[in-house]
C-alpha cells in the first residue's frame, strides 16, 4: 500500500505537467506564422491576404495557396519575375523577392501554416522538412543565420512615459 501512495503523487504532477501550456504543434506552427507573414509578408498581400488588384495576388481560396505545397514553397524560396500567377482570369504583374536567403525552413513552413489556415484557407500544414525538399529541389541557396530573426516589439514599462526635450532659450 505505501508504494502506491508514493506512485501517485508524481503520476498527478507529470499528468499536469504535461496538460499545461504547451500548444499543439499545429496552432503554434500557425502563431509563429503569423509573426513571419507580418514581418515579410503582409507589405503586399495585405493583412486580410487579398493582395492588390493585378499586382499582388490574394492568399484567399487559391489553388496556389491550397494545392501543391512544393510549388507554394518554391515560390517563396525562389521568388517570381511578375505575371507568372493568374487567378480568375487575372494576372498579377509586382515581382516577388525571393525569400531562400532571408528566411529559414521552419519560417517559410510556419508562414506558409499560416496563409494556409488563414482568411477562410482551411489545409494541411506545411513541415520545414517539406520545405527543406523544395529548397534542393529548386536549388535555392541557405537562408542566412538570423536574417530575419522575427525579435519581438519591446514593450515599455507600466507607467513610463516618453522623454521630452526642453527646449531653452539663450538671450
Not at 504547451?22 to 507580418?38: D, T
Not at 518554391?74 to 494576372?91: F, H, P, Y
Not at 498579377?92 to 536567403?101: G, K
Not at 514593450?155 to 539663450?170: D, N, Q, R, S
Amino acid at each position: 500500500m505505501k508504494i502506491l501512495f508514493f506512485l501517485i503523487p508524481p503520476v498527478i504532477v507529470l499528468s499536469v505537467s504535461l496538460s499545461g501550456k504547451q500548444q499543439p504543434p499545429l496552432k503554434a506552427s500557425i502563431e509563429r506564422g503569423k509573426k513571419v507573414y507580418a514581418a515579410v509578408c503582409m507589405a503586399c498581400h495585405q493583412p486580410d491576404g487579398l493582395g492588390v488588384q493585378r499586382m499582388n495576388p490574394p492568399l484567399v481560396q487559391t489553388k496556389w495557396v491550397l494545392g501543391d505545397k512544393k510549388a507554394l514553397a518554391t515560390i517563396v524560396l525562389n521568388g517570381l519575375k511578375g505575371g507568372e500567377i493568374e487567378i480568375d482570369g487575372d494576372d498579377f504583374h509586382n515581382p516577388m523577392p525571393p525569400q531562400a536567403t532571408q528566411l529559414t525552413d521552419q519560417q517559410i513552413a510556419d508562414a506558409l501554416t499560416y496563409v494556409r489556415n488563414s482568411f477562410g484557407n482551411k489545409a494541411s500544414a506545411v513541415s520545414p522538412a517539406e520545405v527543406k525538399a523544395a529548397r534542393i529541389a529548386a536549388g535555392a541557396p541557405a537562408a542566412k543565420p538570423n536574417a530575419v530573426p522575427l525579435l519581438p516589439a519591446v514593450k515599455k514599462p507600466a507607467g513610463t512615459t516618453p522623454h521630452k526635450k526642453t527646449l531653452v532659450k539663450h538671450s
